[in-house]
């Protein structure tokens, strides 16, 4: 956790470890008022919240759970219940299930963001000139708007374009190639753009990550002769380890709910759509509410599995929210 | 020499990486100068003939509506922002002041909703909005921004337990009833936590682009984002135009970066671990 500094902030937080608030259970009373009131008043603080909470969070969900199980097309004021006949339908047409695989190339793709992040988050935790130079560009690209980013890359990577003219400089002719217009490349453009995109967030995180560790322990590890691969090893990756499993499920959740950049780009042409792509497509311009559920219930339950196994996997010590 | 070895690795990567960093938004930067014809003729790496030329950028800022977009966008970030900020505070005092029936019960409802990803429910969102009337107006937007951050509500949490309770009590005896020691004591001491949000959060609705585009059709109402987007219809071809307008949007959020680095950089840390 890192915040700007407050005085208020050093001695209090260590006190508050988690297991204290049962001990300091009581209630701050207020005086003079009603008992009933004084009970009230937390539910009072958390109307608003839990109310919104509530209802764009939680009802969507059960609405979700509900539509897809019916033929609904959004407008009709009856929703006829069809059984599993989306869920059928989802996993036995073609173009429904290319989604889930268009995700992989992002999946695979949010690896090697997460490796060159660490990679440059390690390297810029250590002594380098211009530190703050490289950190402001590796960094700046994930704060720009995700059109810009798409159209930024559709100029760069149009035939005749920035990269074809690098690699015809470079002579590397023959990997010159129709980067977003040929299906056996879109794909493979897309995901390193969401990488150019994306990296700069994850490098961050880890930089922060590996700046928390006590700088005193490098100095006690190169008493004892270890070299920068042997701190990095022994000393960076374990400290690391909690951001590394919330990264992993950032890269699965972002993986499956690409939009804008193929969007803009190719609009989701050339085998590039993805699943928000289909979802509003067949929600909101086929009408297919009912379908487009199905497909969103199945999203959220690979996304809860894979979190949960994720969990198990790498138990998270830091979630303690009391 | 090992050393000096793995040095020079380093920096080459270093610049490498800068190069593919800056490279493709400095050819936009040097298409948005070039006239039409100048667009056409010449090689991406060509400068422009002249950096003065600001016809591009004058036709994207008033045929285009980015003036109007960063109106749009501005009016629904102060919104959802003061809503953000006071329901995301009135939770986290709630949950960590108070000992309550229903407390943890509160509390995981909210973690469980991270795990909700919102692209998820999109589609059931929609009628939830479209049933409250919201369709087509800017409050679509500040009530799903308001709605949908959790990650503010931890933040605040996890910074209300720095402040000592000592400061309420203290405001108790002298008779300040909740309402003021929220506002009075609480508010105030939240100041780093709430620049954290407001930067996360602000950064995050110039950036949207899938909710204006679902929910906010009308081009009057447009933000940033989505008039962005609609560049790619009627100058589809005109390419110097939209790198013009994609320069405007970027050029805020680079003066916002470089004058903010470091809160910048923290808030991210704070806000994506948490």
Do not use: C
């Not at chain 1, 919240?49 to 019916?70: G, R």
């Not at chain 1, 015809?168 to 010159?176: I, P, R």
């Not at chain 1, 490098?203 to 005193?216: C, K, N, P, T």
């Not at chain 2, 402040?163 to 009833?177: H, K, Q, T, V």
């Amino acid at each position: 956790m890192t915040t700007a500094p407050s005085p208020l902030r050093s001695g209090t937080a260590a006190r508050q470890a988690p297991g204290a608030g049962a001990a300091r259970g009581t209630t701050p009373g207020g005086t003079g008022r009603g008992p009933w009131l004084r009970r009230l008043t937390p539910y009072l603080f958390l109307l608003v919240p839990v109310a919104l909470l509530l209802v764009l969070t939680y009802l969507p969900v059960a609405n979700m759970f509900w539509y897809s199980v019916t033929d609904w097309d959004g407008l009709d004021k009856v929703k006829n219940f069809v059984g599993p006949d989306n869920y059928v339908e989802v996993f036995t047409e073609p173009d429904n299930l290319r989604v889930f695989y268009v995700s992989l190339y992002y999946f695979v793709a949010s690896f090697v963001q997460m490796a060159l992040a660490l990679y440059f988050a390690t390297i810029l935790s250590f002594k380098v000139r211009l530190k703050n130079l490289w950190k402001g560009i590796l960094f700046f690209p994930y704060l720009i708007n995700g059109v810009a980013i798409g159209l930024i890359f559709l100029n760069f990577l149009k035939p005749g374009g920035g990269l074809d003219t690098v690699l015809l400089a470079t002579g590397l002719d023959a990997l010159v190639q129709q980067w977003t217009g040929d299906p056996d490349v879109a794909n493979y453009s897309l995901a390193a753009v969401s990488v150019w995109r994306y990296m700069g967030l994850n490098f961050v995180m880890f930089l922060g990550a590996i700046q928390s560790i006590d700088g005193q322990i490098y100095e006690a590890a190169e008493l004892d002769g270890a070299n920068r691969w042997h701190q990095f090893r022994h000393i960076i990756a374990p400290s690391i380890k909690p951001i590394l499993g919330l990264s992993f499920i950032l890269a699965i959740s972002g993986s499956l709910s690409v939009f804008e950049i193929p969007y803009v780009m190719t609009g989701g042409g050339n085998g590039t759509e993805t699943f928000v792509i289909r979802t509003v497509w067949m929600a909101f311009n086929r009408g297919m509410v009912g379908l487009a559920s199905a497909m969103a219930v199945i999203l959220l339950i690979i996304v809860l599995l894979v979190t949960w196994v994720q969990r198990r996997v790498v138990p998270d010590e830091e979630v303690d929210l009391t | 020499m090992t050393r000096a070895v793995t040095s020079t690795f380093k920096y080459v990567s270093l610049v490498l990486a800068s190069i593919a960093m800056l490279l493709p938004i400095g050819l936009i930067v040097f298409g948005s100068f070039k006239t039409n014809q100048e667009f056409l003729a010449t090689n991406p790496f060509t400068l422009p003939a002249s950096w003065t030329n600001l016809e591009n950028y004058a036709t994207a800022w008033t045929r285009g509506g980015m003036g109007l977009g960063f109106v749009n966008t501005f009016v629904v970030f102060a919104a959802a922002i003061v809503g953000t900020i006071l329901i995301g505070a009135a939770a986290a005092y709630a949950l960590d002041r108070f000992r309550f029936h229903g407390r943890r019960g509160v509390l995981n409802m909210f973690l469980l909703a991270t795990l909700v990803p919102g692209v998820t429910t999109q589609v059931a969102t929609f009628q939830i909005i479209n049933a409250l009337g919201l369709y087509n107006t800017r409050w679509a937007l500040i009530v799903l921004f308001m709605g949908t951050d959790i990650i503010s509500i931890y933040i605040f949490l996890q910074f209300m337990r720095s402040i000592p309770r000592s400061l309420d009590e203290a405001a108790m005896i002298e008779g300040a009833g909740h309402l003021r020691i929220f506002f009075q004591i609480i508010l105030p001491n939240l100041k780093p936590a709430i620049a954290t949000v407001v930067i996360i959060k602000g950064i995050g609705i110039y950036n949207e682009f899938y909710l204006p585009f679902l929910y906010l059709p009308d081009s009057d109402l447009r933000p940033v984002s989505t008039a962005l987007f609609a560049f790619k219809g009627p100058y589809g071809s005109e390419w110097e135009i939209i790198s013009a307008a994609v320069v405007i949007t970027i050029i805020p959020i680079l003066v916002l970066f470089l004058f903010l680095q470091r809160y910048i950089y923290n808030g991210f840390t704070s806000g994506a671990t948490k």
